[in-house]
């Protein structure tokens, strides 16, 4: 299934679509997302992500079988779901891609997206300041509060790409320890935690778009979004950011800035939750979350730049 222009222009009310650029492609040779410059509509451009399976995929660290290339489409088809009913939820607050159209053939599938760029958030980053650090974690803090308590229809009853259920290969190629043995507690921890919301579930800074002036952050990329303990999307995303040193430097000042932000949307948005007891469970959670992902890298890539003594010391001390 082709990118349809006259798709395009039926669902942004354009007289004319032309490609620009090929913003990226999708992992595994799975389609690619293309900037369309649109004329004759009330936006001057669209983003459109082209979903075409391969026969045969090839991962690009050699993890080609079944079970892989079920995940992924899996994964498209929450993304579908996601823009179809649950993104005109999101805030300011928590942006997110408005959803323009979903066209969908066999198991290819074209979504044109609101593009970010035009929106007011044209920047990406490899490093980020302080405060753009603070943005995003105000991000999914934001995030999480909105949707407190909510049933993951349509989405991943687990959110995150590397949740335990998903991913029977990787565990199967970790090195015999303790951390592959507890692997079933850990992730039961997580997923048995009394205060569950949806999670993002590929938060890292490369899904983040910026202002050209700072303020909130939008996000982008909802495959995996799910279910969750919201320690899963904070423990990943100051690992993709921050060095090991920083991380230990950084911990007590990044979960108060986050727990602060999330009493506070909690108490805008979602009053009756007991806030305490929730920043008392997912604090306790954090050293889960982070031993979570880090069972998914020993076995994924073993020589995993993010396999550091930061995250040893917080394996070392679970309670399991």
């Known amino acids: 299934m082709s990118i349809d222009s006259d798709y395009i222009l039926q669902v942004t009310g354009a007289t004319a679509a032309e490609p620009i650029a090929v913003v990226q492609s999708l992992w595994s040779g799975y389609g690619e997302i293309v ?18 399976p391969p026969t045969n995929s090839q991962h690009p660290r050699g993890w080609n079988s079944d ?6 489409l899996r994964s498209y088809q929450v993304e579908v779901a996601w823009y179809q009913q649950w993104a005109h939820r999101c805030l300011p607050s928590c942006r997110v891609p408005a959803c323009l159209g979903v066209a969908q053939q066999g198991e290819s599938t074209t979504l044109v997206l609101e593009d970010l ?36 229809q349509g989405l991943w009853p687990v959110g995150s790409y590397w949740h335990l259920a998903t991913r029977p290969e990787e565990w199967a190629a970790m090195a015999d ?10 992730d039961a921890r997580l997923n048995q935690a009394r205060f569950q919301t949806l ?15 700072g303020g ?17 999307d904070l423990a990943y995303f100051v690992g993709s950011v921050l060095s090991e040193a920083e991380c230990e430097r950084q911990e007590a000042q ?3 800035h986050y727990f602060q932000s999330l009493r506070g949307a909690l108490a805008a948005s979602q009053p009756t939750i007991d806030a305490t007891a929730l920043e008392a469970e997912w604090r306790a959670l954090y050293p889960f979350a982070w031993a979570d992902f880090y069972r998914f890298l020993q076995g994924w890539m073993p020589g995993h730049k993010k396999l550091n003594r930061y995250g040893n010391r917080l394996v070392s001390q679970l309670d399991l």
């Open 35 to 52: 900037r369309y410059r649109l004329t004759g509509a009330p936006q001057s451009s669209v983003i459109v992500k082209q979903i075409n």
């Open 67 to 72: 079970i892989g290339h079920q995940r992924k």
């Open 117 to 152: 760029n035009a929106a007011g958030f044209p920047l990406r980053k490899q490093q980020i300041t302080p405060a753009e650090l603070a943005a995003c974690i105000e991000w999914l803090a934001q995030f999480h509060a909105r949707f407190m308590g909510a049933e993951p």
């Open 177 to 186: 320890g303790p951390l592959k043995e507890a692997a079933g507690l850990i």
């Open 199 to 213: 999670i993002h579930g590929d938060a890292k800074l490369a899904n983040f778009c910026f202002g050209d002036s």
């Open 216 to 232: 909130p952050v939008a996000a982008v990329d909802f495959q995996y979004v799910g279910a969750g303990c919201g320690m899963k």
């Open 254 to 256: 990044f979960l108060t």
